[in-house]
């Protein structure tokens, strides 16, 4: 009996073998980043002093993936550090992916004014501060004035950093976040090491 063509040629068993290995790898890295979770940089000080320029964050897919294959847009929570497509992206001019806190929900009214935002919606008539459970966070003044109701599949953002115009966000230029462009909530930060957290 003739021995198999990949008994008499291991070396191209092996190719094949590294090659099958190879594709695996690269299909597992799209589904995992897909579905799973995400990996960013932070740049910038518009989130000071909850995130910093370098901070290495992975972000949660899982509620979006688990909220699209239910045919529904995830909404996340109020509070949450979240990442999301920007939607006045433009190659070379805008960040593609930008990191901001939640403040307003669908439906909502948010107002800024005196340095506070108050949201106002059907549970609370008569309003409350957003950021009473951040656990201190943001510590800074908030500056502007706003006075919006959030379109249906939208979410109001702010950064953590709110003085002057170091946040570009919702409150001068950003605009609503449109849900279907959220990419997750920010699950960890990973690095720097000695600052690992968890949102």
């Not at 897909?34 to 897919?61: A, K």
Request: net charge negative; glycine share 10%; aromatic share 12%.
């Amino acid at each position: 009996m003739e021995a198999s063509y990949f008994t008499r040629h291991p070396f191209a068993k092996d190719v094949i073998q590294l090659i099958i290995f190879i594709v695996c790898v690269i299909i597992g890295t799209i589904l995992i980043n897909s579905f799973v979770f995400r990996s960013y940089n932070v740049v910038g000080p518009s989130m000071e002093e909850t995130l910093y320029t370098g901070d290495r964050l992975i972000v949660n897919r899982l509620p979006v993936t688990w909220s699209n294959l239910r045919g529904e847009d995830y909404l996340p929570e109020r509070g949450q550090i979240i990442v999301f497509k920007n939607p006045h992206y433009s190659r070379g001019i805008e960040d593609e992916y930008i990191v901001k806190r939640v403040i307003g929900l669908p439906g909502e009214r948010v107002v800024l004014q005196n340095g506070v935002f108050t949201v106002y919606n059907d549970e609370h008539p008569e309003g409350f501060n957003p950021d009473d459970d951040n656990n201190g966070e943001p510590g800074t003044p908030t500056t502007g004035e706003v006075n919006t109701v959030v379109p249906s599949g939208s979410l109001f953002v702010a950064g953590d950093h709110r003085t002057g115009t170091y946040s570009y966000d919702s409150r001068n230029g950003l605009g609503t976040i449109p849900l279907y462009d959220v990419i997750g909530p920010v699950g960890i930060r990973i690095f720097p090491f000695t600052e690992m957290r968890f949102f």
